[in-house]
């Protein structure tokens, strides 16, 4: 009896141990801000890029993200959404980020086959690689995501400049975008042809490059009526 009550603690501390781990384990899927109605459907969405998705130190981290504020108001607008979100800095379609991954690697790390809508935002970062191989790892990206999620609705979004005197390469990358998209049959938004940033000193930091938090508020009233018309329609 005595062997039975030790095998069975051991039993039970083993057990208990195993919970723990699986109750610990980290998640594989990033999920920044979801805000839930009771009794409204959840739609589920999946973005992908760089820095300007990822924030920094001058802005745009937690719940200060341009993704964390556009799930707020969409919310508040009746459309809540759960989001994965896969953005690493420096990164790029054609350029490794700070983590050694290209646009085509964070993908599968976002997508999910019941996605409605693809976000894909950026990149500044892949000046200098060559069209021709742009044009491809673009390709590339796109097709990975309408594979993982056949019924989502792709939304690109092109690289955003400060100024308006915008850099040839870049007005490059977003040709390459443009006409990818539409080969892809993805919504292309230009955020050049907009002037997102142009005239607006106060929505980057010091470093001429990256948005403030006063950026990221700014990008998410931007981008959540984007992706609100992407979403499907509830009846």
Request: zero cysteines; aromatic letters at 8%; a neutral charge.
């Amino acid at each position: 009896m005595h062997d039975f009550g030790s095998r069975f603690a051991t039993f039970v501390l083993s057990l208990t141990l195993v919970v723990g781990v699986l109750l610990n384990a980290p998640s594989s899927r990033t999920t920044p801000y979801d805000v839930t109605t009771a009794g409204t459907p959840v739609t589920r969405i999946a973005v992908v890029g760089d820095s300007y998705t990822n924030g920094t130190a001058i802005g745009g981290q937690g719940p200060n993200a341009w993704p964390a504020l556009a799930w707020k108001t969409l919310a508040r607008r009746g459309m809540p959404v759960s989001a994965d979100v896969a953005a690493e800095g420096r990164a790029g379609y054609g350029v490794r980020g700070d983590q050694g991954n290209l646009f085509v690697d964070l993908t599968p790390r976002a997508v999910r086959p019941d996605d409605a809508v693809v976000v894909f935002y950026g990149s500044r970062n892949d000046q200098g690689v060559d069209p021709n191989a742009l044009n491809g790892q673009v390709f590339n990206a796109l097709s990975l995501a309408r594979s993982i999620a056949p019924g989502a609705r792709l939304l690109v979004i092109g690289p955003p400049w400060p100024t308006a005197d915008v850099p040839p390469a870049v007005l490059q990358i977003r040709d390459i975008l443009s006409f990818q998209s539409m080969l892809a049959g993805a919504t292309f938004v230009d955020p050049i042809a907009e002037r997102w940033f142009v005239d607006r000193p106060d929505l980057i930091g010091a470093d001429g490059v990256h948005p403030t938090n006063a950026g990221h508020a700014y990008m998410a009233d931007k981008i959540a009526p984007l992706i609100g018309d992407q979403l499907p329609r509830r009846v």
